[in-house]
T-cell receptor, first 114, second 107 residues
């Protein structure tokens, strides 16, 4: 199965700043996904990122707050903009499996906003 | 509405005891369900998928459409099974996750 890495693994940021999270896959994939896991909560899909097109955002998430780039079939970035303490979460990227609809996840980025 | 419910936040059992982690779903179409597991300090990983009808690490899960359930079972729990378990429903391109159940197996 594909190897998925994320950078940074964790960060502590000041409110009002922005952080860009990178997701790298060792093989070409059509669809990449970004999830958020708030403390004590489950994973929630932020958006689906397809190469060559605008990301598709889920209800409650907007491009101005979470801009996403997908420059090629192995890489994507998620930016958390104008951060507030409520953005403190684990952010995960994932890809879809080749045979079934399951998804495989990166290790996550733990973000703390002070 | 599409929803996954895991009613137990924590399940504590002794080694060798049977385990059942409950999952109920709400979905208008034909459901596709998964169990994911996250061991301490490891990433979230797929445990099993209902469509494969497989047994992984002694765990099985049967889709019951009448009861809209996909409970995860293991006849004899091991200490290494201690982890967070998430039930997930495929809805379009998205996975909808339950809130997870922490399984704690003690000797």
């Amino acid at each position: 199965s594909a190897v998925i890495s994320q950078k940074p693994s964790r960060d502590i940021c000041q409110r009002g700043t922005s952080l860009t999270i990178q997701c790298q896959v060792d093989s070409q994939v059509t669809m990449m996904f970004w999830y958020r896991q708030q403390p004590g909560q489950s994973l929630t899909l932020i958006a689906t990122a397809n190469q060559g097109s605008e990301a598709t955002y889920e209800s409650g998430f907007v491009i101005d707050k979470f801009p996403i780039s997908r420059p090629n079939l192995t890489f994507s970035t998620l930016t958390v903009s104008n951060m507030s303490p409520e953005d403190s979460s684990i952010y995960l990227c994932s890809i879809k499996g080749r045979s079934y609809n399951e998804q495989f996840f990166g290790p996550g980025t733990r973000l703390t906003v002070l | 509405a599409q929803r996954v419910t895991q009613p137990e936040k924590l399940l504590s059992v002794f080694k060798g005891a049977p385990v059942e982690l409950k999952c109920n779903y709400s979905y208008s179409g034909s459901p596709e369900l998964f169990w994911y597991v996250q061991y301490s300090r490891q990433r979230l990983q797929l445990l099993l998928r209902h469509i494969s009808r497989e047994s992984i690490k002694g765990f099985t899960a049967d889709l019951n459409k009448g009861e809209t359930s996909f409970h995860l079972k293991k006849p004899f729990a091991q200490e290494e099974d201690s982890a967070m378990y998430y039930c997930a429903l495929q809805a379009g391109t998205a996975l909808i996750f339950g809130k997870g159940t922490t399984l704690s197996v003690s000797s």
